[in-house]
């Protein structure tokens, strides 16, 4: 089974004029929507969780406040309620009235769909902004307010007892973010592809963990302009090894389609072809199972459309 997330009210956290706008999830659900519309496509294979509403779980605040620390929160909150139309948290990252709502909404669809696949089986994919890879745990960055697969690794060790999540970041930006908030833990292994030197000038090799996380964190900086040949080579060897041998609970997956030729933000090099692939290793080692995909970066609409099209139809 395929399990599919996506919040429709989204837009509601947006800046026409900032690269990071609605139009993208916007272009996947319209790719998404047409795909089932001459029936050619099972419905029995696919489950789909769709917010309509601004709605949220209590627990989605306690989940948060085990990655972000009180102080950040509240922050974020009082910055939020005196926003009129929208305002920024750092040079790149703006918030509306409505970001705080929006992003707690995901986060409770992100439960729902983890749910989904380890009850279920299958696979996931959530296609959700903002992204959330750059959020530190007191920090916003880099369009990221709160670390969605953060939080979502430690729902799934939580309430599901899961002891060991994997996270996979293919973007063309290290998560920082990310590695950070777990980077002296042993629990949560952080595995990154990104370009370097790139944006946010961290993930070296050397940046391995400390305390009892020293060998849980993975970085594997390429050329900006590295392409298909460069990553593949990583994940079909590198990624292998790495999983096979932290033998993890549950992977989830930081999609970061900014990683392809056409990308507006990025030099990276990499085509539709090689994005799929490395989503076809990653599912081929992890058995198909207890997988979801999270959307992190991305800006040009066309290739989005086209990811989500080998994501419904193309993975076998």
Not at 56 to 79: A, D, G, M, P, R
Request: glycine fraction near 6%.
């Amino acid at each position: 089974m395929i399990s599919i997330a996506y919040n429709e009210l989204d837009y509601l956290h947006n800046l026409d004029s900032h690269v990071e706008n609605s139009n993208r999830t916007k272009s996947i659900v319209s790719k998404l929507s047409s795909l089932f519309v001459d029936g050619k496509l099972k419905k029995e294979r696919y489950k789909f969780f769709v917010a309509k509403s601004l709605d949220y779980s209590s627990e989605v605040w306690s989940i948060i406040f085990t990655v972000h620390n009180q102080e950040y929160v509240e922050f974020l909150e009082s910055k939020v309620s005196k926003v009129k139309k929208f305002d920024f948290l750092d040079p790149d990252t703006y918030v509306t009235p409505y970001t705080l709502k929006v992003i707690l909404t995901n986060l409770n669809l992100l439960f729902s769909l983890c749910d989904c696949v380890i009850n279920d089986g299958g696979f996931g994919f959530a296609y959700i902004r903002p992204p959330g890879h750059h959020a530190e745990s007191s920090k916003a960055m880099g369009f990221c307010v709160i670390n969605n697969v953060a939080v979502l690794a430690r729902y799934i060790q939580l309430y599901h007892n899961l002891k060991k999540v994997m996270i996979v970041d293919f973007d063309a930006h290290h998560g920082n973010g990310t590695q950070e908030i777990f980077y002296d833990d042993d629990s949560v292994l952080y595995f990154s592809t990104h370009a370097y030197p790139f944006y946010p000038f961290t993930g070296l090799i050397s940046e391995k963990g400390i305390g009892k996380g020293v060998g849980y964190t993975y970085n594997f900086p390429v050329s900006i302009y590295a392409g298909d040949n460069e990553l593949l080579k990583i994940y079909q060897n590198e990624f292998v090894s790495v999983y096979n041998n932290f033998a993890p609970d549950f992977v989830i997956v930081s999609s970061g389609y900014d990683i392809h030729s056409h990308d507006p933000i990025t030099y990276m090099n990499c085509s539709i072809n090689g994005i799929n692939r490395i989503k076809d290793i990653i599912l081929e080692t992890v058995g198909y199972k207890r997988v979801i995909f999270v959307l992190e970066g991305g800006y040009n609409t066309n290739v989005l459309q086209e990811v989500v099209l080998y994501d419904i139809n193309g993975i076998k």
